[in-house]
Structures are given as C-alpha cells and as structure tokens.
C-alpha cells in the first residue's frame, strides 16, 4: 500500500506558529523533503524532532523526485516543506506534487502560515480577491515590462521580492503603473516585523531598509484608501524610536526608517517628534 505525501506549511519567521497537526507528521513521515535542509533542521530542534531529511530543491528536484515517489509506493510517507511557509508557492515541489497525482498517490495539504495570506489579512483589501503574481522579473527592462502588462488588472496584486531589489522595483512601478497604493510586509511575524500601506511616492520618499523578506500588495488603479487621513501621535513616534534603538539596538539611521515605516511617515517627521520629545522632557 502506497503512503502519502503531505505538502507541510511551516513558519515564515515565528517558531510558533507552526500547528500541531503539522508538528505531528513531521514527527511521524519516514523522510522530509526540504527546499534548505539546514533552515529545516532549526525548526525541528527546537521542537526536538528526529525525523531525517533530504534536500530537493530546483536544482535537484527533476532527479529527487522519482527516488522519492519509490519511497512512497513502497509504502513510506515523505512530507514536502520549503524554507518558510506553505511550500509550491514561489518554491521548488510543483514538479513532484504533480508526479505524485499522476502516479496515483494521495497528497495532503498540511495547511499552515503563508506570507501571502499574512499580509492580505492585515492590509484591508476588499472581499472581491487578489491575484498572486510571485517574483518580478530580476531585470529592469523584463521588470518594466511585466509591470505594464498587469497595470489594467483590476485585482490587488501581491509579489514577493528580494530585499536588494525593493527600491528598484519601487521606482519601477512609480514609472508604469503610476499613482499606486503600495503595501509592504517586510520580515512579517519577526522580531522586526514592519507592515504599512501607502501611496508610491510616500515609499519613495522613505523606502524600506533593505533587509529581510519583503511582500508587497500593489493595489489596482481606482483603489484608494478610505477614511480620512489619521495623524500619528509625535509621542509614539518617539516611543517607538527610542524602543527600536535602546531596546532593539538599531542605529540612528535605522531606528528612524523603520519608525517610518511603521507610521507611515517621513525620517524628517520622525526626527521632529524625537526632537520635539526631547524638548519637552528638558
């Protein structure tokens, strides 16, 4: 009797938003396939699971997957999980989930946390859908182009990109598909966690730090935010400053870009609060 292969989501960045039921067949398949076994193994330590692992990523997937379809028509259970979140999406598995239904074998979704499904929660789309259009093309012209092809979509896209391409990318969408909406999850459920929409200038005025895993929300053309403009307390900016660089550690320069971002406000507003709480304390 042929086992089954469990396509595992696993946490994109907090240790403990892994589920129980996914915890369980981790403990209990006879092998995991991970896109980055040693990303993989942390998560196993520190929830003290001995299960073995073995790598398939895009470089060896084509060769893996066959081997690992033997395993499970043998009668073993294999579970797929990739570096962060649920696997196949922007991820290496499409190639042996697919092999795996042609050959008959049962697959079961372990569902879990996604990047994709963190940031649509907590950006205040509509209820009319979203369109997942994964990476943007690495190159500025291919980029450019990709981007004019989805200006007339009518649904909120959301990409993921890499952190040394954020600002490009940023520019790039200013430039071809004009006065948009822009949300942007950078290192979501993470220590430094940061999650702010706002219009694409304002992100160009005050960019996000380079750093960590970035998903973004552009939204359609005629989507606009709601309500009236709410003014952030200078007080919590300054709080918040003063947590991100007594508390956190980050630098001057850091503290004030992601005090920013959190509000939604410039660096220079930023540092007329912190100076302007300063002068009241005196």
């Keep these: 009797m042929s086992g089954i292969l469990y396509v595992v989501a696993t946490p994109i960045g907090n240790l403990e938003d892994v589920t129980l039921r996914a915890l369980r067949v981790l403990r209990e398949v006879s092998v995991i396939a991970a896109e980055d076994t040693r990303r993989t193994a942390k998560l196993l330590q520190h929830y003290s699971i001995s299960t073995p692992t073995t790598s398939l990523h895009e470089h ?72 997942f259009v994964g ?71 005050t960019p996000p730090p380079a750093l960590g895993e970035f998903v973004l929300i552009i939204y359609p053309a005629n989507d606009k935010p709601t309500g009236g403009a709410v003014t952030p307390d200078p007080e919590a900016i300054a709080r918040e400053f003063d947590r991100l660089t007594h508390k956190e550690g980050l630098g001057r320069r850091e503290a004030l870009k992601s005090a920013a971002l959190k509000f939604s406000v410039s660096t220079r507003d930023v540092f007329a609060a912190v100076e302007r709480q300063r002068s009241l304390a005196e």
Excluded at 172 to 196: F, Q
């Design 135 to 205: 990476f943007p093309p690495s190159r500025s012209n291919a980029r450019k182009s990709w981007l004019l092809n989805l200006t007339a979509h009518a649904l909120p896209l959301v990409a993921y990109e890499a952190p040394h391409r954020i600002e490009a990318l940023l520019r790039d969408i200013a430039s071809e598909m004009g006065d948009r909406t822009v949300a942007i999850g950078r290192e979501l459920t993470k220590r430094h966690e940061t999650l702010a929409v706002r219009p694409i200038k304002r992100w160009l005025e």
């Design 60 to 131: 060896n997937e084509h060769a893996k997957a066959s081997r690992l379809l033997e395993r499970i028509q043998g009668g073993e259970s294999i579970a797929l999980v990739s570096d962060a979140g649920t696997p196949v999406i922007s991820d290496p598995g499409a190639r042996l989930v697919r092999a795996a239904h042609d050959a008959g074998i049962t697959v079961q979704p372990i569902p879990g946390p996604s990047a994709i499904t963190a940031i649509i929660s907590a950006a205040g789309i509509g209820p009319d859908g979203f369109s």
